[in-house]
Structure formats: structure tokens, C-alpha cells
């Protein structure tokens, strides 16, 4: 085995930044733990931002999503029990975002990436990352047999999610770990339902937080803020509708129920790791940062860090010029950030804090001053519908 860039993780950010690479001459190899089925099996996001779909349609991994994805040119936000449209396509000057779920992108980016011969190592679990100052770096793996290999290659692409193993290899005298955890979580459920709206809602309630997104014309996604400590066998089929039915109350339609067949619960975390480069180890995605899904920024993120990375490599591998991977981590950092100040603010602005740590009555009355200034000042709806389809990318 050999090559220039070994990828840890066949998530988006791996298997999108292998592709990049692959168009750009550079070749690479991907190791992923998991299996290709249980990859393309697990539900997270669902919102795209233009930028992202794109970049996706730009490199030849765009057609299924235009086919079976849904535009959204706006959203709701539903408070004080009534809803107001975003208009992201009129107020971003044509920016819309599109609901595809991120299994669906995976599967795509894997066709993808096999149909041009890529080496894709499933069921292969990275244990450690060594010499990354020197210019052989080293991976040491082992295969589904369990037995240990090594591989050193010029680069190594830490794209393992936030439970991995790249980000612990910088030194702690180096790393810096921002970290902020919510007191609460939010449940998802999916549902076979017929949508209860041609686009999202957002909706703050005096019971809490809920989404209403959706996956296809006979799927639902749903959401509800709840206790991270909760158990999904608490709460049965009528308990979770009456729930989010009362939180978005004042909808012209109840939302329109049916069988629910997933269920789960994830916790809210706020997470960023300086620098996000040490030596010849890079950091992109998960593995560098996470947000509260509120924003729906995770995955878009992810493209947006390899999309810098990958011209980075290239750059090098061109000229032998590093000033852009030199300057990688500033650059992906300054929109990391960015996106972690809109999902905070898109979290505090949703969720209940009265009854968790720190939460006063008078938080939910400065919420919904928040929300009627968002959507009755022009120049405070422009900045959410700006950040929410996204920034350009680079
Ligand atoms: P991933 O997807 O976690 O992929 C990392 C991969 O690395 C593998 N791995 C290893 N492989 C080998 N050796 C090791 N030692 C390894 N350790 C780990 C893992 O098996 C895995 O396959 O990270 P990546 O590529 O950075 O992608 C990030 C996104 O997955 C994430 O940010 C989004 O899902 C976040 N997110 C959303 N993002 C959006 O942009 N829009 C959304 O609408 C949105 N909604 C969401 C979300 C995340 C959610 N959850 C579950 C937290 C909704 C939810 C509920
Ligand atoms: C989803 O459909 O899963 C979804 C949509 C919007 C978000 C988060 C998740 O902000």
C-alpha cells in the first residue's frame, strides 16, 4: 500500500476531501472502522447549504440529490403561537438550501469514489497517528482480522468524527479544546407521515424546542428538546405526538401523524480544537469541531474544511508550495467559529433554559423579543438567512 494522503474515517469529510484529492491527481486511502453498511444505514442530518450542494453537483456526485432532494427557499420560525417565513432565497439574493438526508450523500460520495477505483478500507479501525513532524507520518491500523498493520504516507487527513483518535495525537501543550455542554438534548424521531409543511419550522414553545423537517413525501423527521439523560422507552407513539403537537400549537393544521419507526436521543455540545493542524496531521469535520444541531452546520462544515484542505494539497503537490496548508487551520478556524456563533445563538434563541442550570423566566420573555426582531427587522431577518443557507465556501 502506498500513497500521498491516508484519510481516517469515510464520513463526508473523508470521502468528499478523497475525491477532491482524486480529481486533483493526489491519490489517497481511506480507513474507516465501520462497515459500509452500517455507514450508509445511520440517520443524522439534513439540511444542505448551497454551497455544499454546489460543491457536490461540481464533482459529479450531485444528480441523485437534484432528483430526489427538496429545495427549500425558506423556513419558519413558529413563536408566541404563531409562525413567521423566512425568506432565504429573497433575502440571501437566491440562496436556498436543500433537504437530503446524509446517508444519501454518503452512499452517493461511495458510488462515487469506487466507480474510479478508490481504496476504501471498511472495518479498518485506526489506533494511533506517529512522526507527524517528520514527512512520512505514520498510521498504525488494524484490519477486520484484527490484525496490525502500519502505513506511512506524505500526509495524514484526521477526518474521524468527534470520538476519534487524529485530534489526541496533538500534543496537549499545543491543543486547545473550546467546549461548552447544553443542559439539554434534543429527541428525533422518524415517522411514515405525510409532511405537515412544505418547509421546516422552528418552533420555540413555553414547553421547548421543536423542528419539523422531513426525509421524503412518506418520511418525517422530528425533533423536541429533551432531558439528555431521558430514555426513548419513556415515551410511546401518543405521548411523543401530543408533545409535538403542543409545541407548535397555533399552526393553522395539527401535524399530521402516523407510525413512528426510529427514535432517539442526542445530546447538544459546542466543541472546537486549536489548531486544527499539527505537522503533517490535518483536522477536518467532527473531528475538529461539533455544534449543536440547531444551526444544522455539522456536515456543511465538514465540506467546507476539506474544500480549503483539498486546494491546500493540491497547491503542494503542484509547486511544492505549503503556504496555503500552512495557513489552513486560520482560514477553516475563522468559519468554524462562525458557524459556532450562529448555532449557539440559533440554540438560545429556540430552547427553554427555565428549569436547567441557569435558565430564569426572564429568558423566554428575551427569547421572543429576539424572534419578533429577527422577523420584523429586515437587516436582523438578512443575517439569519445568510448564515443559515451558508457562507460561500473559500
Ligand atoms: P462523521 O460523519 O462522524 O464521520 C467520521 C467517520 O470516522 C470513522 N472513525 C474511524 N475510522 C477509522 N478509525 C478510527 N479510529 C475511527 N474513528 C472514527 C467513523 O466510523 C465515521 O464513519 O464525521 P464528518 O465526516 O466530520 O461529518 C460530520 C457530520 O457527520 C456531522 O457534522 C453532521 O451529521 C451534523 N448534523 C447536521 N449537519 C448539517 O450540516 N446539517 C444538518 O441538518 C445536521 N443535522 C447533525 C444533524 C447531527 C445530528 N446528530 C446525530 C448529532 C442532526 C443530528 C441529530
Ligand atoms: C434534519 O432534517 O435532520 C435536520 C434539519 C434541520 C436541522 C437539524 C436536522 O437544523
Known sequence: MKTDVTIIGAGPAGLLLSHLLHLEGISSVILESRSREAIEATIRAGVLEQSTTDLLTEIGAGARMKKEGFVHAGFDLHFGGRSHRIDLEELTGGRVITVYPQHEVLKDLIALRLSTGADIRFGHRVTAVEDLTGDAPVVRFTDPEGVEHTLASKFIAGCDGGYGVSKQAIPTDVRTDYFRDYAFGWFGI????????????????????????????DVQRMYFQCDPKDSVDNWDEARIWAELQ?????????????????????????????????????????AAHSVPPTGAKGLNLAASDVFLLA?????????????????YSTRALRRVWRAQHFSWWMTSMLHRFEGSAGGVPFDGKRQLAELDAVTSSPAASKFLAEMYAGLPFG
Do not use: H, W
Not at 420555540?204 to 421543536?210: D, E, I, K, L, T
Not at 486546494?311 to 495557513?327: H, I, N, P
Open 190 to 217: 422518524l415517522a411514515n407521515a405525510p409532511p405537515s409543511s412544505d418547509e421546516l419550522i422552528y418552533a420555540n414553545s413555553p414547553r421547548g424546542f421543536a423542528l419539523i423537517s422531513t426525509r421524503s413525501p
Open 246 to 286: 403542543a409545541r407548535v400549537e397555533g399552526r393553522p393544521e395539527p401535524l399530521k401523524e402516523g407510525p413512528i419507526f426510529q427514535k432517539n436521543i442526542v445530546p447538544l455540545r459546542s466543541l472546537v480544537t486549536e489548531p486544527m493542524q499539527y505537522g503533517r496531521l490535518f483536522l477536518a469535520g467532527d
Open 311 to 327: 486546494r491546500g494539497l493540491a497547491s503542494f503537490f503542484a509547486t511544492g508550495a505549503d503556504e496555503q496548508l500552512q495557513t
